[in-house]
C-alpha cells in the first residue's frame, strides 16, 4: 500500500514538473517571438528589392542571400528582406510604399533589378536648375541606399548574383582583396591649354589623406607615361588582372572610354579583363562612364556583364565638374578610411550613403546646392548591401623588430593562428611634374612578400639603398566562437635597416630560373601561338626574388629588342612562396601580327644574379585546334617524347603507332586523358625507341601515325608525322 501511494505522489510530481516545464517553454518561445518582434519593428535594417515578375527567381535568390547566407557565413545581421513587383505597385505607388512604411528601420537598401527598359530611372527635381543631373536611382527614397543590376533578363541577373554569391563565399586568403589601384590621367587636354594638375593631385590626395597605411595601394600616374600610352593601358589592363579589390580613376572620360589618349576603351580592352574570378569594385570620377539610359555601349553594363571584371560600380551617369565630382569622392574615401579601423564588416552601400549625407564644408549655398545635387550623378551599379572585403587595422598581431638586417635571414612570428602575408616595402617614392610645382608620391618598392603560417624567416635584396623598410602583414584566422573569419592588418613603423653580409649566401651565384606560357602552354623556341594572348611568367630560386626596382633591378618582359619600352612587372608579381611567384600577362590580338617574336623577361634574385629568358615564338592566326606536332627530341638516340599542343583543350583518346617506311607496325601506345590540358606528352617516361619484342631499332627515318579523337569519337587529328633514330 506504502509503494502504491509513494508511486501515486511520484507520478503527480512528474505531471507537475511536465507542466511547469511546459509553460516555461511556451514562455520562452513568447519571449523569443517578442524580442524577434521588437527586432524586427525597430532594429532591423531593411533590404527592399523592386524588378518585375520576369526576375522573381532572382529576387528570391538574392533575399535568401542576405537574410539567410551572409549571416551564417559572415557573421552579419540578418537583412528584412522584401519584395516588390512592378506588376503589384507602379512606380508611383512604390515611391509612396517607401515613404510610409520603413520609419522604424535602422539602415535601409533598395535593390532595382532590370536596366532602364523594365524599372525607369528618375528625373531629380534639381535638375530643373543643373541639367547634368538626367537621372538617379536615388529619389525612389533618400533614406535608402540604391543600387541598380543592369540586366535585361532573368539569366543576366542570375549570372550576376552568382557572381555576388561566390564573391562573397570566397574565404581563401588572397592579397588582391585588399589591393587598391589608383589611376590618375595626366595634365594635358587638347580642348584647354591650362595644365590640368588636379587629376594627380586629387589621386595623390586620396592616397595620402585616406589610403596610405590602411591598406596595399599600387598607384598609376598617367603623367609617368606621357609619350608611351600603350605602356599605361598595358598596365592597367594587367593590374587589374593581377588581382585588386578596388579600383579608383580621376580624369577626362565617358561611358566609351577613358582619357584624351584613350588608355581604355570599352570596344579594346574590356574583353582583355580576366581576372580570374577575383572581381573588382570600380570607382570611376569622370563624366558618364555609367550613363545606360538608352545607351547600348555603356562602360558599366559591359563590365558587369562580363564574369570576373566587376562586382560592383561606382560612376556617373552625366557629365560632371571635376571640382563637384572630387568633393564627393574625396568623402567617399573618408568615409571608407574611417570604417577601416571599425572591427565590423562594411557594406558599401553604408560608405556610399555616408558620403552623401556628408555636406560640403566652407561652400557657398549656392555650392552646397549644386554638390548636393550632383551627388545624385554618382549611382551604384550592383548590391548595395555587398559586403567590402577590406581587412581591418589590428595592432596586435605581431612585435616590431628593432631592426632589419641586410644580407642574414631574419625571422617573425605572428601572435594568432591562421594564414599571413607579409610584405617589406621602402618609403613612398617622391615625383614631380616637369616645370610644375607639384610633388606627388607613390608607394615605395617592395623588399620581400610571401604567404605564411605562423613564423617566417626572410631575406630582403642585398644592396638596397634605403635606410629603413615598413613591415606589412595581413592575417586570416577563424573566429573560435562564431566559426566566421577575422581578417586584419598591420602597418609597423619605420624600422632601421642594418648590413651585415653573411659571406656563406654569397656562394649562390645562380640565377631565377623562368617559364613561359600561352594559354597553358609552355613556350619554347619556335612555338607557334595564336590569340588569345595570355602569357604567364613562372619564377623560381633559391632565394627571394628581387622586386625592389633599387638599381633598376626590377622583374622586366619586353617584346623583341625593345626594352626601353618594356613592362616592369614588380607589382604584377604574386607569390606562390617565398622564393617563388607567377606573373599574367594579357594582350589585345592587335599586339602581334603574324610574323615571329621575340619574348624577353628578366628576373634577379636578392643578390643580384640575374637571368634573361628570350623565347622566339611564331604567330600563326590559322591554327589547327592540334598544333605543334613534335616527338623530342628528334632525332634521338637514348629516348623521344610524343608531344602536341590543343587550341581547345578537351578529355581525349590518344593513339600513336609507329611504322616503318614499308608499313609495318613497330609498336602502338594509347592514352585515355580525362584532364583538360592543352599540352599533352606520351609515353610519360618517353619512347625508349625499342619495338613490341623489346628490341632496339636500327638508325634510320620511320613515320608515326597521330590518332587523337574526342570521348564522343569525332576525330580531331589523324595523320602521318616522321621520326629520325640515330644512336
Known sequence: MVFLK?????????????????????????????????????????????????FEQSAELIAILHNETIPLELGLNALNTQIKYKEELNQQE???YLDTDFNNFNKKYLLIIGDESIISPIV??????????????????NEFTAGRLLVKNNQEALDQIYKIEDYILNTDFEIWKNKILLIADDEHNPNNSNIELEHTEQTNTLYNNHLKNKTVVNTLYGTDYKNNQPLLTDLIINT??????????????????????????????VDLINTNNRPPIWVVGTCSFGDYKDNETSFAEKILKKPDAGIAILATTAGIGYISSFSYLNEFYNQLSQQLEI???????????????????NVSQAEESLLNCTEHTYQLFGDPALPIMLSKKDNNIFEEPAKITIGEQNSLNVNYEGTSYIKIVTNDIE?????????????GGTLFEAYFDNQIDYYIPIDITAESAQIIIYNSRVNTRSNNYINTVQFSNSIALEQNINQQLL??????EIKLYNNDIELIDN??????????IEITDNLPINISGDHDHNLLFWINDERENSIILNNLFNPSSDTSGTVILNFEDSKFEETAYYLNVESFDILNNNTLKRIRININHNLDNIFNVYNFPNPFSDRTFFTFHMKNPEPIDIAVTVISKTGKKIITFKESIDDIKAYHVLPESGWDGTNKNNKKLNNGTYLYHLNIKTKTGNTLHDKIHKLTVLK
Not at 558599401?348 to 560640403?360: L, R, T, V
Open 6 to 54: 509513494l508511486s501515486y505522489f511520484l507520478i503527480k510530481m512528474y505531471r507537475l514538473n511536465l507542466l511547469i516545464y511546459s509553460n516555461m517553454f511556451q514562455t520562452f518561445r513568447l519571449l523569443c517571438l517578442f524580442i524577434f518582434t521588437l527586432n524586427t519593428i525597430f532594429c532591423e535594417d531593411v533590404y527592399v528589392i523592386y524588378t518585375t515578375e520576369e
Open 94 to 96: 512604390f515611391i509612396d
Open 124 to 141: 531629380p527635381i534639381c535638375s530643373e536648375t543643373y541639367t547634368l543631373v538626367d537621372y538617379t536611382d536615388d529619389v525612389f527614397n
Open 240 to 269: 587589374i588582372n593581377s588581382g585588386v579589390n578596388l579600383i579608383n580613376y580621376i580624369g577626362h572620360g565617358s561611358s566609351t572610354h577613358l582619357s584624351h589618349e584613350d588608355i581604355f576603351l570599352i570596344d579594346r580592352d
Open 343 to 361: 572591427s565590423s564588416i562594411l557594406r558599401i552601400g553604408d560608405i556610399i550613403k555616408d558620403a552623401k549625407n556628408e555636406h560640403p564644408k
Open 431 to 443: 615625383h614631380n611634374i616637369d616645370n610644375e610645382s607639384l610633388q606627388y608620391q607613390s608607394p
Open 507 to 512: 656562394d649562390d651565384i645562380n640565377g631565377p
Open 527 to 536: 612555338t607557334s601561338i595564336s590569340y588569345p594572348y595570355s602569357f604567364k
